[in-house]
Nanobody
Framework: QVQLVESGGGLVQPGGSLRLSCAAS????????MGWYRQTPGQQRELVAT???????NYADSVKGRFTISRDNPKNTVYLQMNGLKPEDTAVYYC?????????????????WGQGTPVTVSS
């Protein structure tokens, strides 16, 4: 099992910045992907940004140019720097990780989620 603990959410004014952090711990094999999703009431959870263990990134179109994802692989930690925040960025942000165990050349993948950290963008 892998545990994900997020931090860094809060209240910020439009145009402001926040930095989210997520540290993974537990019985980790290889975190092939780490990233962030977000969810608002009544809506499906949506991708914000992900990064592979070889630093390939994927961003939602709505955050490109404003948010930056990064990883510290030795620390099993992923970060999300959010600049130019807008009211529509208000959501609960969830950390995500995919852990992979290779057995005889076949990947055994497990997905994990953090408990979520709220981000509110409001004046």
């Amino acid at each position: 099992q892998v545990q994900l603990v997020e931090s860094g959410g809060g209240l910020v004014q439009p145009g402001g910045s926040l930095r989210l952090s997520c540290a993974a711990s537990g019985n980790i094999f290889s975190l092939s992907v780490m990233g962030w999703y977000r969810q608002t009431p009544g809506q499906q959870r949506e991708l914000v940004a992900t990064m592979t263990n070889v630093e390939v990134t994927n961003y939602a179109d709505s955050v490109k140019g404003r948010f930056t994802i990064s990883r510290d692989n030795p620390k099993n930690t992923v970060y999300l720097q959010m600049n130019g925040l807008k009211p529509e960025d208000t959501a609960v942000y969830y950390c995500y990780a995919r852990d992979v165990l290779w057995m005889g050349g076949v990947p055994d993948e497990s997905d994990y989620w953090g408990q979520g950290t709220p981000v509110t963008v409001s004046s």
